[in-house]
């Protein structure tokens, strides 16, 4: 794996996650999976000698990371149900994979990306990297798979070494950023080499898109969901890249990001305080009302809870929700807990509406990964009024803590999130059409009708809790990807 971020080391949203769960449900599975990431400066350095790599744009100093044991499971509380069969065995040790981070002396910055042309220096040098890793004696990996247009080029880079002439995946968790730089990156940071094998139209309108570059050279692509794989071959959706993309056709393969169970799962979530299953919701009440207290909200313990965990940008619709907002707040007894950052403008208009209803409205700017977690755990309800949603993990994390997900019908939250039947008792959230006002409007006002039924409420809840996402069930589309390719 090749990558920006792996959670929980370096993750700035939905691609540390995903690289963290699939590598350990691989690793789970018995492969032997290395991940190369760069050493950002909160990361400590680590310790013992370091590998040294020959290679183009090296060398490269490679240090090695443990991964912390995954904890077992907490012991039940007193209310707990009785332990089920073989939870008294000893947990055993979990195989993780093997990490290693590339040392970027002056290019190293303390946060994952810097925004600006140093990106493109920085993962040129990790793509660089990994291709000399898979030429360089001893262990070489069956297949590179790649993240992102941060690794985009490795591909393409390997065509610069015939001793890495091994299969590429290249996987897009989102379109939106293809790391397009002006036309003399490649020279600066050392790399004009690199444009005798560039596809020509990685140049095309202007500057060097390496996602564009990749998306050639890579021999398979993959995306995270099957309905945002068809979406990105269309103009509305493909960002400009829909012609390589339906270009590729079978080579195109849509696999649903997993959820890591082990971390996003209220009977073991090592942020709670409290945890809970289906069987017993009595904890997830007490969250709430602590979470009500922690964010200063009213005290209105039965009034519908709406937790939203995002970060600010107009892909996520989070916009659409605040014009929507005072209508939601002077006809329903709705209150909202936002955790984000992002778009300042965006930020601007939320804490607007939170200084104007303190206590229906709180807005905690920044990132928070525990308050995030007592979000899922503690609200009744989130958000997800995505433009567009590769895949999506907020709505599935919500669904297993029993918060049941209002979603735009689009990539990954169309695939995960059925709109509930009352009369049939099947669905798992509130699903509406087009990203506007009126539809998020309808989505939540949805809801929040079945919220204010309690037999209708506790089966939609239901529903939502026994939703299975785990990795392990995605794995063997993996599996059978890689072996299609050695
Ligand atoms: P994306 O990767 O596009 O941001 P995903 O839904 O795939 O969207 O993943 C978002 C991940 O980032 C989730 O784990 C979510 O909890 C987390 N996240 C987003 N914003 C914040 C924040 N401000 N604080 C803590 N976690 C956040």
New binding site residues.
């Given amino acids: 794996m090749v990558c920006a971020e792996i959670a929980p080391w370096a993750k700035t ?3 540390g ?1 995903a690289v963290a769960g699939l590598s350990d449900a691989l690793c789970a599975g018995g492969h032997d999976v290395r991940v190369l990431l760069p050493r950002y400066s909160h990361l400590a350095v680590p310790r013992g000698r370091p590998h040294t790599l020959e290679g183009l744009g090296g060398p490269f100093r490679l240090g090695e990371i443990e991964p912390e044991p995954i904890p077992p499971k907490p012991k039940r509380g007193k209310r707990a149900a009785p332990a089920r069969q073989g939870a008294a065995q000893a947990p055993q040790r979990q195989p993780r994979p093997r990490i290693f981070l590339l040392e970027l002396g002056e290019l190293t910055a303390d946060t994952v990306y810097t925004g600006d042309a140093r990106d493109a220096g920085r993962f040129l040098h990790l793509s660089a990297a990994a291709v000399a890793l898979s030429a360089a004696d001893g262990w070489r990996p069956d297949v590179l798979h790649c993240h992102d247009w941060h690794t985009a080029l490795v591909p393409v880079l390997q065509r610069l070494e015939p001793r890495s002439s091994i299969p590429s995946v290249l996987t897009l ?2 379109v939106g950023y293809q790391g397009v730089f002006a036309d003399e990156i490649l020279e600066e940071q050392g790399f004009a080499t690199l444009e005798q094998v560039l596809p020509a139209d990685a140049r095309a309108g202007g500057g060097t898109n390496f996602l564009r570059a990749g998306l050639r050279a890579a021999s398979r692509v993959t995306t995270v969901s099957p309905t945002y794989a068809e979406e990105i071959t269309r103009p509305e959706f493909g960002m400009g890249l829909e012609d390589i993309l339906s270009a590729r056709g079978r080579d195109l393969l849509g696999i649903l990001n997993g959820v890591d169970y082990g971390v996003w799962s209220p009977d073991r979530d090592p942020f709670l305080a409290q945890h809970y299953d289906a069987a017993d919701l009595a904890p997830k009440r007490r969250i709430k009302e602590q979470l009500l207290r922690e964010l200063q909200l009213g005290p209105e313990l039965d009034a519908p809870l709406i937790g939203v ?3 600010l940008v107009e892909q996520k619709g989070i916009d659409l929700l605040t014009l929507v907002l005072p209508a939601l707040l002077s006809d329903t007894r709705a209150t909202f807990a936002v ?3 992002g778009d300042a403008p965006i930020a601007a208009t939320l804490r607007a509406i939170a200084d104007s209803y303190p206590r229906r409205v709180s807005f905690t700017e ?4 525990k ?2 977690h007592e979000i899922f755990a503690g609200s009744d309800l989130t958000v997800v009024p995505s433009r567009y949603e590769p ?4 709505q599935m ?1 919500a669904l297993r803590y029993g918060t049941i997900p209002v979603v735009r019908a689009t990539g990954g939250l169309a695939d995960t999130i059925q709109h509930f039947d009352a009369a049939l008792g099947t669905g798992n959230g509130s699903v509406f059409r087009d990203a506007d006002p009126q539809g998020v409007l309808w989505g939540v006002s949805t809801a929040l009708a079945w919220y204010d039924d309690r037999a209708t409420w506790s089966h939609l809840v239901g529903n939502a809790m026994a939703a299975d996402f785990s990795w392990p069930k995605q794995v063997p589309q993996y599996e059978a990807l890689y072996r299609s390719l050695l």
Avoid: K
């Fill in positions: 949203g939905g691609l996650d968790h989102n965990v995002s970060r955790l984000g950052n920044g990132y928070d990964e308050l995030a895949c999506g993990l907020t994390y």
